[in-house]
Antibody
């Protein structure tokens, strides 16, 4: 079955760029049926949608993060990635990658999630 | 952005109880509403999409209803494994916003 696995540094300094990668196994990021997504969760808080990319490279970002976020896709490695620039302590969170699928007609949802990776922003 | 508001924020209940969680959208989202369950230290798990369609493998004691702006998640008879935090999310328009979560605790 399809599995997602996040990877990247667990500690990032303030003002630097957070970089994470999600590796997809058991499926292909080049499939046209999915949106490859990033969601984060600050400690003890709720879920915060960051954005997604599709197989064509088309992206959609949260307006609150749009100026700092880049999501990219690497079909040769079957991965997609997140970069978040100029980080502050407020960006400390568990970061999840997820697959958003069309499940019933035009209805979509994140049906497969990675286990998450904790990123702390601190000097 | 569409704001999603869940109530209650937390709920204490006993095994066997019937429980209802409410989610309200700040504007109409038709039936573009998903529910996720998150257990401590784990990634969220999709329970229900399109307001009322259960994911494969989700027990039938879970159900969802609603349309427009008001939605509910009902657990008909709580089981020990159901104690978790539940989130609604609208998939009507980006950004795909989540509710703040409802923490379901054992009484």
């Amino acid at each position: 079955q399809v599995q997602l696995q996040e990877s990247g540094p667990g500690l990032v300094k303030p003002s630097e760029t957070l970089s994470l990668t999600c590796t997809v196994s058991g499926g292909s990021v080049s499939s046209g049926s999915y949106f490859w997504s990033w969601i984060r969760q600050p400690p003890g808080k709720g879920l915060d949608w960051i954005g997604y990319i599709d197989y064509s490279g088309s992206t959609n970002y949260s307006p609150s993060l749009k100026s700092r976020v880049t999501i990219s896709i690497d079909m040769s490695k079957n991965q997609f990635s997140l970069k978040l620039s100029s980080v502050t302590a407020a960006d400390t969170a568990m970061y999840y990658c997820a697959r958003r699928s069309f499940l019933t007609g035009s209805y979509t949802a994140c049906d497969i999630w990675g286990q998450g990776t904790m990123v702390t922003v601190s000097s | 952005d569409i704001q999603m508001t869940q109530s209650p924020s937390s709920l204490s209940a006993s095994v066997g109880d019937r429980v209802t969680v409410t989610c309200r959208a700040s504007q109409t989202i038709s039936r573009y509403l998903n529910w996720y369950q998150q257990k401590s230290g784990k990634a969220p798990k999709l329970l229900i999409h399109a307001t009322s369609t259960l994911q494969s493998g989700v027990p039938s004691r879970f159900s969802g209803s609603g349309s427009g702006t008001d939605f509910t998640l009902t657990i008909s008879s709580l089981q020990p494994e159901d104690f978790a935090t539940y989130y609604c999310q609208q998939s009507y328009s980006t950004p795909y916003t989540f509710g703040q979560g409802t923490r379901l605790e054992i009484k």
